[in-house]
C-alpha cells in the first residue's frame, strides 16, 4: 500500500514537471532591445572608455557576449532604424536619410516590422522613445505592431529651440510632440522636459516588463540620447568625468540598469533576450557633445567603420555565452531573422535582406555569416561601400564624403564645419587587420577588388545606385501621404 502510494506521488510529480518543462518549452523567450542614438564605439567602459562609467552595460557583457564586428546598414537615423525593425537595407523600402517634420513618407503599411511579427506569435508589444519613420498618424508605431507607444516621433534636435541652426540651415522645426499611442500628450516639449526622456522611457519600459512578464514580450527602448541636444536629469547633471556627454551615457547606462533589474525581480530575465547598440556612430563635429569613435575612422554620416560600426552587447541567459568577446561580423538587417528563428515566428511575406544568424549570437562552434557581402548606402541612395560577409574586406567606392580632417569638434553644443573629400577610385581595406582603415590596399589585391565590385552591381541592379545613376529593380515603395496644410506636423 504504502509502495503504491510512492510510485502514485512519483508519478504525479514527474507529469507535473514534464507539464512545467513542457510550459517552458512552448513559452518563447522575450525579447528587449535597447537602441541608444549616435553612441560612440568607444563611449562604453567595457569598450575602452575611460572618463564614462557604465557599470550596468558592463555588467550585461559580462553576463553575455560583446561583439566587436556589428554594424548597422546605414550612419543615419531613419534609415537604420528601418533596416533594424523589417530585416532590409532601407533604400529598397524608399526610406534614405533622416526623415524631417515636413516629411510625407514613412514605413509602408506593406512591410512587416519586428513588432508585427512578434504579435503574429502572440506577444504583447511596447515601445519608449524615438520612432522616426514617419510622424504622421499611419506611419506611427501603434499601426506597425506595437501595442503601446511612448516617445517623439523623429530626433529630438528637431525643433526651434536647438542652440545649432547652421547644419539644417532655413529648416523651420516646429514644436517638438511627445506622443502617447497616436496622441499627442505634450505639444511642446520643452528643454526641461527633455531632461525627463531617459527617466520618462525607462519607467515606461520597467512597467510595461511587469505587466507582461506572465506572457511572453517584446520592448523597444530606442533613447533619444546621446544626440543632440544633450539632457540629463538632476541626478546625473554635471556628475561625469567625460562631462555633458558622460552624464547622458551614464544615464543610459543606469536605464539599462533598471530594466535588469525589472527583468530580474519579474523572474523573467533567464527567458529574455536583450539586446544593447546603437543607430549609428557619434556626431563628431559636435565635439565635447559628441562620443568617439575609438581606433576606427570617421563617424556619422559617413560609411567609414566609426559610422556604421557600433557596440552591441546580447544577453539570454544559458544561451549566449557569458563572458565572451567575439570579432564575429553581422548586421542589424540579421536581427529581425535571427529573433525570428530563435522564437519560433513566421518571417515577413516580402523578401527581406537579413539572414539568421543566431549561430553567431550563441557561439554556436564552426558559426560562420551566411552573407557573402554586405552593402552601405548613404545619402540619397548613393551605394559608398561593399564588404565580405566574414567582414575582413571592405571596398570604399568612388564617392564624396564629410570629414573633420583631424581638427577637433566643436564646443558647448555648437558645431563646427565638415570638409569634404573625394575618393575617386575604389579603395580596399583589410579590417582584420587595420580596422582603422589607414591603408588601402587594393594594388595588392586586385581579385578582392573585382569580386567586390561584382558584388556591388548586383545591388545597383536590385536597389539601384544614384552615384552610377542607376534605378533598381527590386525595391519597394515607402508609404506616402498627402502634403500636409502649412503649420501642420
Avoid at 173 to 192: M, N, Q, R
Wanted: charged share 20%; hydrophobic share 35%; with cysteine.
Amino acid at each position: 500500500m504504502v509502495r503504491s502510494l510512492v510510485f502514485a506521488l512519483v508519478v504525479v510529480f514527474a507529469v507535473g514537471a514534464l507539464k512545467a518543462n513542457a510550459d517552458v518549452t512552448r513559452r518563447p523567450p522575450n525579447v528587449v532591445i535597447i537602441f541608444a542614438d549616435d553612441l560612440g564605439y568607444g563611449d562604453l567602459g567595457c569598450y575602452g572608455a575611460t572618463k564614462i562609467k557604465t557599470p550596468s552595460l558592463d555588467r550585461l557583457a559580462r553576463e553575455g557576449t560583446r561583439f566587436t564586428n556589428f554594424h548597422v546598414s546605414q550612419p543615419v537615423c531613419s534609415a537604420s532604424r528601418t533596416a533594424l525593425l523589417t530585416g532590409c537595407y532601407s533604400n529598397r523600402l524608399g526610406i534614405n536619410g533622416a526623415l524631417g517634420p515636413q516629411a510625407n513618407i514613412g514605413i509602408s503599411d506593406q512591410e512587416t516590422t519586428l513588432a508585427q511579427m512578434l504579435k503574429a506569435r502572440s506577444y504583447a508589444t511596447g515601445m519608449a522613445g524615438k520612432w522616426h519613420l514617419g510622424h504622421r498618424p499611419p506611419f506611427l508605431p501603434t499601426r506597425h505592431g506595437f501595442d503601446e507607444y511612448l516617445g517623439l516621433p523623429y530626433s529630438n534636435d528637431m525643433w526651434p529651440f536647438h542652440p545649432d541652426q547652421t547644419p539644417r540651415g532655413n529648416v523651420n522645426f516646429p514644436k517638438l510632440p511627445l506622443i502617447e499611442g497616436e496622441k499627442a500628450i505634450d505639444a511642446d516639449v520643452t528643454a526641461e522636459d527633455q531632461t525627463q526622456l531617459t527617466k520618462r522611457y525607462t519607467e515606461r519600459a520597467v512597467d510595461f516588463i511587469k505587466k507582461h512578464k506572465s506572457e511572453p514580450f517584446f520592448f523597444y527602448l530606442a533613447h533619444s540620447m546621446p544626440h543632440v541636444p544633450l539632457f540629463t536629469s538632476e541626478r546625473f547633471r554635471g556628475k561625469s568625468a567625460g562631462g555633458t556627454y558622460g552624464d547622458v551615457i551614464e544615464e543610459i547606462d543606469w536605464s539599462v540598469g533598471e530594466v535588469m533589474k525589472a527583468l530580474h525581480e519579474s523572474g523573467v530575465e533567464d527567458n529574455t533576450l536583450i539586446i544593447f547598440t546603437s543607430d549609428n556612430g557619434p556626431w563628431l563635429s559636435y565635439g565635447t557633445h559628441a562620443g568617439t569613435a575609438g581606433v576606427l575612422r570617421e563617424g556619422k554620416g559617413t560609411c567609414w567603420e566609426g559610422g556604421i560600426r557600433t557596440p552591441f552587447i546580447a544577453r539570454f541567459p544559458g544561451k549566449i555565452p557569458s563572458g565572451k568577446v567575439s570579432d564575429a561580423m553581422f548586421m542589424s538587417i540579421d536581427i529581425l531573422p535571427t529573433i525570428a528563428k530563435l522564437t519560433g515566428s513566421v518571417l515577413p511575406r516580402q523578401a527581406i535582406d537579413g539572414m539568421d544568424v543566431g549561430p553567431i549570437l550563441l557561439s554556436k562552434p564552426g558559426a560562420k555569416n551566411p552573407h557573402t557581402v554586405y552593402y552601405w548606402y548613404y545619402e540619397q541612395n548613393q551605394l559608398q561601400a561593399v564588404s565580405s560577409g566574414d567582414g575582413r574586406w571592405k571596398l570604399q567606392l568612388p564617392h564624396e564624403y564629410r570629414t573633420l580632417d583631424g581638427k577637433p569638434g566643436g564646443d558647448g553644443g555648437k558645431p563646427v564645419r565638415y570638409v569634404n573629400k573625394v575618393i575617386e577610385e575604389p579603395e580596399l581595406y583589410d579590417l582584420t587587420n587595420d580596422i582603422g582603415e589607414t591603408k588601402n590596399v587594393a594594388t595588392e589585391h586586385p581579385e578582392v577588388v573585382h569580386n567586390l565590385l561584382a558584388e556591388a552591381e548586383k545591388a545597383r541592379a536590385e536597389m539601384g545606385d544614384s552615384l552610377t545613376k542607376r534605378t533598381g529593380s527590386k525595391t519597394r515603395p515607402s508609404g506616402k501621404v498627402a502634403a500636409a496644410p502649412a503649420g501642420d506636423r
